[in-house]
């Protein structure tokens, strides 16, 4: 059954690589737990316990808040094909913007993006994992690529405004750090 670590092994940083999606968890002091899915081949294990991944231009900017308010992070990914697994990091995170000194060293180690947002670095203080026998039985069709030809349409110049309407703040007004 369910397990917990100070870090990642070889076996749980292979078992990532080979989910084609993630989640990821995020809450304030006071106000909305954010959960949301992910994909599009948009993380990297850096180490046992660091993570990155590319977070795109989206409707809204709950994880950018919460990190920037309190630092709290947790991912967690499922297995839907072969043995059951429910893996789960737990860590604080930073968020890296365009333009920060350490964007372009962690960018080049993700697939480039048009709606690219922020990056995200969770340090990992505790990994678990759980059984995963309730979690269904699916097969993985293909990567969505709608937000990159929506993100395309933008241009820099659409993306920038709709950034600035739509991703300053989060449901319960906190800074997310784009101006």
């Not at 954010?34 to 660091?50: F, H, I, Q, T």
């Not at 990567?143 to 309407?165: C, I, M, S």
Request: charged content about 20%; some cysteine.
């Amino acid at each position: 059954m369910g397990k917990q670590l100070s870090s990642l092994t070889p076996d749980l940083t292979s078992f990532i690589h080979r989910q084609p999606m993630f989640f990821v968890a995020t809450a304030p002091l006071d106000g909305r737990v954010n959960v949301s899915p992910k994909g599009m081949d948009s993380l990297r294990v850096l180490a046992p316990n660091r993570i990155i991944w590319l977070n795109v231009t989206g409707s809204g900017n709950e994880t950018a808040g919460h990190v920037l308010e309190n630092g709290r992070m947790t991912l967690m990914w499922c297995a839907f094909r072969a043995a059951p697994l429910i893996l789960r990091t737990y860590g604080t995170a930073r968020v890296i913007y365009p333009g920060d000194i350490a964007w372009d060293d962690y960018a080049g180690q993700l697939p480039e993006r048009v709606g690219a947002r922020q990056i995200f670095e969770q340090q990992i203080d505790t990994v678990q994992t759980s059984c995963g026998m309730a979690v269904p039985l699916m097969d993985f069709v293909d990567d969505r690529d709608a937000l990159d030809k929506w993100a395309e349409r933008q241009g820099p110049v659409g993306l920038t405004n709709y950034r600035h309407e739509k991703n300053r703040v989060t449901l319960d007004g906190l800074p997310t750090g784009i101006e």
